[in-house]
Each structure stands twice: as structure tokens, then as C-alpha cells.
């Protein structure tokens, strides 16, 4: 369309207030909010015009996958390399209710599946949802600790629920490590699922590898355009298996996901993976400049707050454990700040002392954001 900017675009702080979103909507106004994963962006063009066609079509019925795994085969051929099989592909809501449908379907009641915390919160809770129980082996210095993966597996472990790129920390894992992690698995008989909703916003100088694009394993890779495109609220992700027998394991799958998932997320997601790549790349350039402006803003305001800049998305993981403001600093950043972040304690023990800020905004928010966080403990 001639005229509209191609790229992403932040609206200004009064028509952001206007969002019923979660991260609009949780705090009251005097509170500026960096917590939840929600980008201040504006819909990506072809995005916003696939919706906007569908709205005036009616087109609002039940889910239909449609040309979304085609879309996504492409979109992962050229982002990663990788091109898997549509045929090996399931319409899921969205991550985390695939995810606990799948423990469901290719573990037993009771089964140990291994987390890596510092990780997202509703790890925590997605795994006894399914009836199986969390076995914690914490990162080691941000890494991943292998040797206690190898004793998580052979002691009995039966699941691996990987987080590739991390959430909170921004890791992402090189392709020796990601070897490891799958002849451990193969060794012991355990299944990986692997969290990559974040992998779209890889950032420059790094790159990442799916999980399934080492070769067939057991295995599934969770993905969705949700956290690149800002349509969380749309219901739409995918399970990719990693070989065709994983695959034929997953049509055991309840039928009724497929009408839990969102039309329009399947209709925004094909749009994003087909036509959003211009958009995509001017994103991911623009969080780029966040992830080094924050340093900068830590460095000038909170010199004492430890930051390792991620290598995909647009998280920041915070030690605040410098301040001296205990196990929760987000809560004082919350309460004499005004700003809000995640509590650290929310990714586990090894949380505490931390924060997780979202710097998916534009620099004059991510400035104010930190100034709050300054003035907190000033």
C-alpha cells in the first residue's frame, strides 16, 4: 500500500493506554508497565490488512489450519535454514496449551520433566497441569548444565521442556551445545519439547538452530509469529514434530485444540510468515539498538544492576542483587518506581534478586522505564 510504512512503528503513550491488553490494563495508569511479553509496536502491515479483509468478510468462524503450515515451512526456510514437513505439523492455541497437551499424549502420569530455571513461570505450572512432575536443573552461569541434564535423565526423567531462546535470560543455544542436549536425550529415551516462540527475534550475531532441524529425534518444536508479530491475543501456534513417527504419535492430540485456536490467528500467521519479513528485519534492527541502549541507560542510572545484552528478543534479565532490595526488586521498582516488571522470584529460586524488563518500546518509554527504576532506590 503506498505510504504505509513498512516497518515497525511505536505509538505515542495515549494511545497505548488505550489497549485492553494485559499489559495496558493490569496496573493502574500512574504505573508505566515493562513486564509482561507484549511489544508497544503497531500491527505489521500485511498482518493488519489480512485481519482488517476478514473482519469486513465475516470471516470469523472456526479455525482452519489452511496454507499456515506451507506458510511456516517457508518462513522457516529462510529464517533458519530448516525446512520441515508440513505433514509433521499440528495447530495448537498456543504454546503452552500444546506443550501440556503433549505431555499428555507421549508421557505417563507422573513422569519427571526437567526445567531449567531461571525459566518462564508457567513452566512451573503447565507440568503438574498435565500430571507430570518438575524436575529442576538450574542454568550454570546463564548455560545450561549438562552434567546435571545426564543425571536428571538417568535418574528416571522422562522429558526435557527446553527453552531455546531462553526466556528470561536471551540465550540462545550454538549448534555443539544443542548436539549435546539431543545425544543425552537419545541416550536416555527422553522426549524434547522445545519452546522456540522467541526464535523469530533472533538477534544479529547470533543464530538459531530448531531442535528439529538436527535430524529426526524425538521430538517437538513449539513455535508461533505470537512474540515476533504481537498477536499473543490471537490463539495460534504450532507443534512441529521431529520425525514422522512423533508425528503420527500427535494425531492422539485432542481434536477440540484445533477449535480452541483463533481463525484470525490463523489468518494473521500466514500473513506474517508469507508477507512479514520487511517488517520483521526492521523490528528485529530496531530491538537491536534497545538491547544496546539499555546497557547504556543501566550504565549511566543503575551502574550496580548486572545486564548480559540477549541474543534474541526483547527481554532483559536484571540482577538487582547490587541494590540491596532482597529476593523481589521488582516489587520496590513497582511500588516507589512506578514502573512494573516481572518479579525474578517468578522464574524459580535462582530468580531471586532478579527482574525481567521488557524493552519492546520505544527509546523514550525504555529511558522513562529506567529513570523509574533509578528514582526507586535514589
Known sequence: ?????TGPMFPDLTDLRRRRSTKWAEHPSDVLPAFVAEMDVALAPPVRDALIEAVELGDLGYAEPGGLFD????FARRRFGWSPRPTRMRLVPDVMTGIIETLRVLTAPGDG?????????PFFAGIPEAGRRVVEVPLVD???DLDGLERAFAGGARAFLLCNPHNPTGRVLDRARLEAVAALAERHGVLVLADEIHAPLTLPGARHIPFAALGDSRSVVFTSASKAFNTAGLKCALAVAGSDEIGTELDRLPHELRYRSGL??????????TQGDAWLDELVGTLHGNVHRLAALLAEHLPAVGYRPPDAGYLAWLDCRGLGLGDDPAATFRERGRVALVPGPDFGVPGRGFARLNLGTSDE??????????AAVA
Open 1 to 5: 500500500m503506498t505510504g504505509v510504512r
Open 142 to 144: 546463564g548455560e545450561l
Open 113 to 121: 520433566v526437567v526445567i531449567t530455571p531461571p525459566v518462564y513461570p
Open 365 to 374: 518509554l525504555l529511558t522513562e522505564a529506567v529513570r523509574r527504576m533509578a
Open 264 to 273: 484470525l490467528g490463523v489468518i494473521a500467521s500466514e500473513a506474517a510468515f
Open 71 to 74: 506458510a511456516f515451512a517457508g
